[in-house]
């Protein structure tokens, strides 16, 4: 699924109908129902992408999150409130520092296609930080992340809020190696929205699709997924 200009409103479903019915029972209630996953990433080919092509380490790999999200089915139901919604596009959401030295929040469209991903993401970013407003895509279904890049992380937990329920991912600054680089992060998710099978395969895939760029046919990164 690509970024659409106008994409459908996310619609209610009742969750009796879909696969995720024990699962909301069981966690819609819950004191606490995010669960966190800790992985480190091998991204030594977006450290060469990035150096190669001069461009950000952290749009790469926001680009990279969406790829593996894309044909994950439960990426597209979030519970919001008592609410079950499904969204049909995707979008991530990064961090950017404004104007004012503050924080401003960006919710970039998810392209399969990178060049697409990369103009949305440089000119949102940029407009953000200029107009120190967040951009919000509250019809498509957002992946957070948070790069802090003035340390190395481990990942972080606790950030249940009660309100913000969606998938976020976390990483701090990657970690060179005499041969190869990585990059430890955290993966919070709703247990109502997946259960760890499906986190698992999400990150397998992320990494898988972070391996993929060494092949030559993703030498150009900048094509079509």
């Not at 999150?65 to 990426?75: L, N, Q």
């Not at 399969?112 to 200029?130: C, P, V």
């Not at 190395?152 to 249940?160: P, R």
Request: aromatic share 8%.
């Amino acid at each position: 699924m690509n970024s659409q200009d106008h994409p459908m409103k996310p619609v209610i479903v009742d969750p009796k109908t879909t696969a995720r019915a024990e699962a909301y029972a069981l966690w819609m209630d819950a004191p606490n129902p995010m669960v966190t996953f800790f992985k480190t990433l091998d991204v030594t080919p977006l450290v060469r992408l990035s150096r190669k092509k001069r461009l950000k380490f952290n749009m790469l790999l926001c680009w990279c999150i969406g790829r593996a999200v894309e044909k994950i089915r439960e990426f597209y139901t979030l519970p919001v409130g008592r609410d079950l919604l499904r969204y049909d596009t995707l979008a991530v959401n990064t961090i950017v520092k404004n104007r004012n030295g503050e924080v401003t929040s960006c919710d970039i469209p998810y392209s399969s296609s990178l060049t697409q991903f990369i103009a949305d993401y440089l000119r949102l970013t940029r407009e953000a930080a200029e107009r120190c407003e967040n951009h919000d895509l509250t019809d498509s279904m957002v992946i957070g992340t948070s790069a802090i890049v003035d340390t190395e992380l481990d990942g972080a937990v606790g950030m249940n809020s009660g309100i913000f329920n969606n998938p976020f991912l976390i990483w701090g600054r990657y970690r060179r190696g005499l041969f190869r680089t990585t990059l430890p992060l955290s993966f919070q998710f709703h247990h109502t929205q997946m259960d760890g099978a499906h986190a698992g395969r999400f990150l397998q895939r992320l990494q898988e699709g972070i391996l993929a760029l060494e092949k030559p046919a993703a030498g150009a990164g900048t094509g079509g997924a």
